[in-house]
């Protein structure tokens, strides 16, 4: 009898596990997710080998040069990318059955960002010749202002849209891995830090050239004619996001630039050393994140249940994740910053065990806010909490950096992130789109069209 009974449910095991492996291996957003952590993975093994090279070469006021420099000229890249990586890849998602209308967004919105960039670079020059600290290290600023131009340039937004990412990570992996051995064959001494910041930018160009050579040719898109009402089209369409990605810049990239304006290159060294682990670390939740924006966007069009149910789920497994990572950050700090970075980097254990929280509060806000509230057209609101939350991380910083230096900038921005989570969870608490509630199935959206926070329109 028990045989009997032990058999049925043996092969309905087994049906079932072959079921759900089959779904996975067919579904594009694990082939997308499983390519970008194949990116990440190396992304997060490279720094092992480049990073305490670079810390013990350039030494701490070189390093803290460096990225004073680009976290300076990662500024003026917010502003060149107009919010475009999330609304033009929201935009494509919609429309990637049709080759001609993706071509002429990415026409437009690659025309958009050269303006920008001209525009910036016209900015850069006055600031760089007015003040001193900029002037006196004009060089590496303009080549970090090369990296970032180049980065601004990559389509990422496009085969993020399309959903083509396997092929976008191997190109990234590669110039990556190419980028290894240039550094230890060119960086040498402290004063090589532009030298540090050029091979960033040639690794930036390279990737998108061969990305939009291979869209060009087997993804079909092609140059179309620009109009400047699409233009403004874009402008409008991505002004929220530009103004939400401009206040993340004002409490996550553009930190160590604050800091090194408010103290001392070094200080802003070992700020910036301690932050990059911690980004590394918080790096591995981005390729779930990014693979799942497209299909979040497209249910979201569709149904307002479908869409919930599938960022209840997400929300599950990046809390979960973030929280554990979170921990390890805490718990590993005091060992891990000695052995990667060195003796002259110990204040940097401090900075990082007050900005362990930030994997989880990340985690929970990205779920909230680009996985829920933008596909639900609720850019206003996110643009809100950010700049509510940049403002806010600016003003503590000017207060608690000039005291407990780079301490008081971590606290300054761990309190900026719990901000805005916190924000994000009333928000989407507010309007019905909260994806740990019970859904009702027979609640469908248009769309979410809506742009404030009232409920939706129930049909």
Request: some cysteine; hydrophobic content about 55%.
């Amino acid at each position: 009898m028990s045989t009997l009974r032990v058999e049925p449910n043996a092969e309905l095991s087994v049906n079932w596990t072959g079921t759900v492996w089959s779904r996975l291996r067919r579904s594009q957003i694990v082939d997308n997710a499983v390519a970008l952590y194949i990116l990440q993975f190396a992304n997060c093994l490279l720094p092992l080998i480049t990073v305490p090279y670079v810390v013990r070469v350039l030494t701490p006021s070189g390093y803290g040069l460096g990225a004073f420099a680009l976290s300076f000229a990662g500024l003026f890249g917010t502003v060149a990318d107009y919010g475009f990586n999330l609304s033009a890849s929201r935009a494509i998602s919609v429309k990637r059955s049709d080759r001609r209308e993706v071509s002429r967004i990415a026409t437009h919105v690659m025309s958009t960002k050269a303006v920008m960039l001209v525009a910036c670079a016209g900015v850069f020059v006055l600031l760089t010749s007015a003040i001193p600290r900029l002037e006196g290290n004009k060089l590496v600023m303009w080549m970090s202002f090369l990296q970032v131009a180049m980065v601004s340039l990559t389509p990422f937004w496009l085969y993020q849209g399309l959903e083509e990412l396997r092929f976008s990570s191997r190109v990234n992996l590669a110039v990556r891995l190419s980028y290894v051995p240039a550094l230890f064959l060119w960086v040498h001494r402290p004063g090589d830090v532009w030298k540090w910041m050029l091979l960033q930018a040639v690794v930036a160009t390279a990737a998108a050239a061969v990305l939009w050579t291979h869209a060009h040719l087997h993804l079909g898109v092609v140059w179309t004619r620009v109009h400047w009402v699409d233009l403004r089209a874009q402008l409008r369409e991505g002004f929220s996001l530009f103004i939400s990605q401009a206040a993340v810049k004002a409490y996550t990239g553009g930190n160590t630039f604050i800091l090194g304006m408010f103290t001392s290159l070094t200080v802003a060294g070992y700020y910036s050393v301690a932050e990059k682990v911690v980004q590394a670390v918080l790096s591995l939740l981005g390729p779930v994140m990014q693979a799942v924006y497209p299909r979040a966007s497209q249910l979201a069009a569709l149904s307002r249940e479908a869409a919930l149910r599938f960022t209840r789920k997400l929300l599950m497994l990046m809390g979960t994740v973030g929280l554990t990572m979170s921990l390890g950050v805490l718990v590993a700090a005091p060992w891990l910053a000695p052995i990667v970075l060195g003796a002259r980097f110990l204040p940097s254990i401090t900075i990082m065990q007050i900005l362990s929280p930030l994997p989880f509060l990340i985690a929970l806000s990205n779920v909230f806010g680009i996985q829920v509230m933008i596909p639900f057209k609720q850019d206003t609101w996110v643009a809100v909490i950010l700049v509510a939350a940049g403002l806010f991380n600016v003003a503590a910083a000017s207060i608690l950096a000039p005291h407990w230096q780079g301490n008081g900038m971590a606290v300054s921005v761990t309190f900026s992130e719990v901000l805005v989570t916190a924000s994000m969870f009333l928000c989407v608490r507010r309007v019905g789109l909260l994806p740990v509630r019970r859904i009702k199935p027979e609640v469908l959206t248009d769309g979410g069209n809506s742009r404030t926070c009232p409920k939706p329109a129930r049909s």
